[in-house]
């Protein structure tokens, strides 16, 4: 069973960074893709960033330029390095896996996910 356990969210005042971890267990590492998503108050779970099985990163045009993910394979991490952040990335991230190669950003298509950590940016 796919365990993902999200970390690192908080209050932060906008232009602050923040950086999410997000502790993977229980499959095979290199087989699934990894991603996180977030969803605001009254709003629908939106992609944020993803990465596959070659490390190959995909990130919604929203945050590019601002939010970086990465994995380190050795301990089983998945991170997203938020920067510059604003009042409009205020809300509930989510790590999310599902297997195969290819990733994709359909929410529905994603089987694991975290409990989410919640982030806050105040102007």
């Known amino acids: 069973q796919v365990q993902l356990e999200e970390s690192g969210g908080g209050s932060v005042q906008a232009g602050g960074s923040l950086r999410l971890s997000c502790a993977v267990s229980?499959?095979?590492?290199?087989?699934?893709?990894l991603g996180w998503f977030r969803q605001a108050p009254g709003k629908e779970r939106e992609d944020v960033a993803t990465?596959?099985?070659?490390?190959?990163?995909s990130v919604a045009d929203s945050v590019k330029g601002q939010f970086t993910i990465s994995r380190d394979f050795a301990k089983n991490v998945l991170y997203l390095q938020m920067n510059s952040l604003k009042p409009e990335d205020t809300a509930m991230y989510y790590c999310?896996?599902?297997?195969?190669?290819?990733?994709?950003?359909?929410?529905?298509?994603?089987?694991?996910w975290g409990q989410g950590t919640q982030v806050t940016v105040s102007s």
């Open positions: 229980g499959y095979t590492y290199g087989r699934y893709c």
């Open positions: 999310a896996g599902r297997a195969g190669s290819t990733c994709g950003i359909n929410v529905a298509t994603w089987r694991f």
């Open positions: 990465i596959d099985n070659y490390d190959e990163t």
